[in-house]
């Protein structure tokens, strides 16, 4: 048995004293009650903080009884669940969201009003969950709006990190960082499961088949109900907790050493300390992969321990479960679901291998080299010593299973090196053990592999062993979905082109339209002469006829208005920067990265600020005014990142002081970006910038949000944007930059190719020159013009001149601004299709064979 302890057996509640639909006193009585005794203060008069507890704690008694009656309701019908698998669930704040989709908005904002507070006010003392990195965490976290939203049987599964994405400060305009504890007053959004622990090994042996760790701690499981939406349906994350198996060692504290009595609980308490702070980029460190098994064990050991209450065939797992692997991260379950079964459940290989394969599913989020993880074989087999002679297994039977083709295939290979190959075949023979031209065949199959750049290591490709040991890979946008099959997992989708799908990605228009940007969202609901588009977005599509109304073009202008004075009041209560409103604001928001390009962004404020230095009083009236807005953090050890984030700091340094310049051109690093400063930037945003070489972002999802606001995108023809650009008109989008397909080829030749283009010099030497300290920017200006030291590997120089044509472009159009908010109301119109609805409608259909489950209403 893993429970830690039981609370023994249930007994029954007297009838008497179960009233299920007790009487609910008035809001404001409940909260002022939750004040006084939650809180622990004489109501007389309430903070801000101390009313936004009142109220939380409240809300979270209407979501724990619709929570209950929900997984109440699935025990009873048994359906199939979807249990979603990540490190990273980027939640931002609840109180809003799950006032809303409780339908609870007029009786808690009357309760709210009367304690003097609105409830925007209260929501901003909430802290944000940032248990995530950037896109990948926060689709987790639309994934599971529209999971409860669908009524679809599931849960998340995940890790309760007390430290989330770490905050970030400036210093001297340097990313400073330090650390996120969001716990600091409490979490009302969570019910802890004390009681509910798993014991997770590692280290140790395997003795007699069977693993034998050295250390052992508690996964305690905390819930998280998830408010659907226009339902009763109220889904699940269960994070957990690393507890240690005992507080501390008594003797040794009795013999005064009190760092080695509390060793074990230190060590324990690390795994669920942090959340790896890396976006995109391997970590190869043994806590992380300590942070990857823990979870992941935890997450299969409860969902079996539920099966087997009403199930006794394990054979029925994959008609009862399935586990959506959200990349690599949690893909160590392959294994550990065939540990479970083999060793524990005491099945067969074979029979816990159809299991397996039947019940995972693994999504792919990037090609990018150096995010694809790779354990060393060492490290795995010295923290999970059982795991890893199961994973040896898979691939040695795999490996046979292609024998006999590739066999055939090798055969068939004209077996004559070329003359001059052959003599240094010879001589490497010499030195080395012949190689079995058909085992050498087999090594691009395989999950175990050499690191191609420490001869002798070995490394466990954990995206094979995921493609391997699952039902299904897909990619996030049809793009991506596409260069998969021809790159990483070329050799896997010829074996089985049936297991690779797409599912481009979405976003919930809950928190990204209707909650955000209430303004606009009152007058689609009044155009359309309903709210159902906030769970029906194809039917925002009514809004098109509206797009040329002159008078419905200015009130959509109005709300815009609005919502940049909004952001106007954000940017200067952060920064101290002052923007006028009647500029473009132009915003570029997501982590900082070489392939997401903020330099390019920053090259061309360069040459806007020089053009507008060389432009006479007369000309410089012909400037569209612009605030150019960036934030997002850069993974601390990634020193170019981190180069890019001065860069901006010191261009607005120079530019915004500029009295030439004057109200022409602004720009603005917001620090520490996270979810609820996207809910303010985004509606106030009138165009974004998604400027990734083309190839590189396997989909991008802010992209969508700004779509669904009416803001108009910039962007290369790369990841989701290409979906974007049909949906909305390729010719309404300002797109520029080379093609995907031609992305070898000119990395290849950029050694060779020079920028033809006078602004390009001017932009490099400015940046070089005297206006900043000698030599601040010559590694990044170095990485994409000297060729004699890099080759531009994300090829700015080949994009700038057309970037910079596109960018006119924005300018023109804006000076039409009729023409404008017809662009910006057909975006709106034609965002239907990334409602995270949609996609999760195809993962339950095409994926997870999972089924809506509503609750009934009464
Ligand atoms: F490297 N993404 C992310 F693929 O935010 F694992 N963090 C990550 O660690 C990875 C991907 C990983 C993002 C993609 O970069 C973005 O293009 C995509 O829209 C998002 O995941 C959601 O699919």
Known sequence: ??????????????????????????????????????????????????????????????????????????????????????????????????????????????????????????????QNASLGNGGLGRLAACFLDSIATLSLPGWGYGIRYRYGMFRQGLENGYQSESPDYWLTNGNPWEIPRRELAYKIGFYGSVQQGKWVPDEQVYAVAYDNPIPGYGTKTVGNLRLFD?????????????????????????????????????????????????????????????????????????????????????????????????????????????????????????????????????????????????????????????KDSLRAKVTSEVGSQPKQAAPEKAAEATKEAAAEPPVDPVEAALAKYSIITENPWEKGVKLVNMAFMATIGSKSTNGVAAIHSEIIKETIFKDFYELSPEKFQNKTNGVTPRRWLAYCNPGLSKLITKTLGSDEWISKTDQLTGLKQHADDKAFQKQWRSIKLENKQRLADLIKSKTGISVPTNALYDVQIKRIHEYKRQHLNMFSVVNRYLEIKAASPEERKKFVPRVVIIGGKAASAYVMAKKMIKLVTSLGD?????????????????????????????????????????????SGTSNMKFQMNGCLIIGTMDGANIEIAQESGKENMFVFGVDAKDIGRLRE??????????????????????????????????????????????????????????????????????????????????????????CIDQYAKEIWDVKPCPVPSS
Request: net charge negative; proline share 3%.
């Open 654 to 698: 120079v530019i915004n002081n500029d009295p030439e310049v004057s109200d022409l051109l602004k720009v603005v690093f917001i620090p520490d970006y996270n979810v609820s400063l996207a809910e303010t930037i985004i509606p106030g945003a009138e165009v974004s910038q998604h400027i990734s070489t083309a190839g590189t972002e396997a």
């Open 1 to 126: 048995d893993t429970k830690k302890k039981t609370n023994g057996k249930a007994k029954p509640v007297p009838m008497e004293l179960i009233r299920v639909d007790q009487q609910k006193a008035a809001a404001e009585t409940e909260i002022l009650r939750k004040i006084a005794y939650q809180v622990g203060v004489d109501a007389e008069s309430v903070t801000a903080q101390q009313a936004y507890q009142g109220v939380a704690w409240t809300v979270r008694e209407r979501l724990i009884d619709a929570f209950n009656k929900t997984q109440a309701y699935w025990r009873e019908k048994d359906p199939k669940f979807i249990y979603y698998l990540s490190a990273e669930f980027l939640m931002g704040r609840t109180l809003t969201n799950a006032v809303n989709n409780l339908g609870l908005e007029g009786e808690f904002g009357e309760a709210i009003r009367k304690l003097g507070y609105s409830l925007e006010e209260l929501q901003s003392q909430e």
């Open 242 to 398: 690393c507890q240690p198996m005992s507080e501390f060692k008594l003797a040794s504290f009795n013999e005064g050493k009190y760092s080695e009595a509390t060793d074990a609980k230190r060590k324990a308490e690390d795994i669920s300390a942090v959340l790896y702070p890396n976006d995109a980029t391997e970590y190869g460190r043994e806590l992380r992969l300590k942070q990857q098994i823990f979870f992941v064990s935890a997450a299969i050991q409860d969902t079996l321990a539920r099966f087997k209450k009403t199930h006794k065939d394990m054979k029925e797992l994959p008609s009862k479960a399935c586990f959506q692997m959200n990349d690599t991260h949690p893909t160590i379950a392959v294994a550990e679901l065939m540990r479970l079964l083999i060793d524990q459940e005491g099945l067969k290989w074979d029979a816990a291998w159809d299991i397996t394969t039947k019940s995972l599913a693994f999504t792919n989020h990037t090609v990018m080299p150096e995010a694809l993880e790779k354990w060393p074989v060492k490290v795995m087999a010295k923290l999970l010593p059982r795991h890893m002679e199961i994973i040896e297994k898979i691939d040695s039977i795999w």
């Open 749 to 838: 030749e950029r050694k060779n190719f020079k920028v033809n283009d006078p602004r390009w010099e001017k932009v490099m030497s400015f940046l070089t020159g005297n206006t900043f300290e000698q030599g601040l920017f010559q590694d990044l200006v170095d990485n994409v013009n000297d060729m004699s030291k890099a080759n531009d590997w994300f090829l700015l120089g080949n994009d700038f001149t057309d970037y910079l044509r596109a960018q006119d472009e924005i300018d023109v159009l804006y000076k039409d601004q009729d023409a404008w908010t017809k662009r910006s109301i057909l975006y709106t119109a034609s965002s239907g299709f990334f409602s995270s609805d949609r």
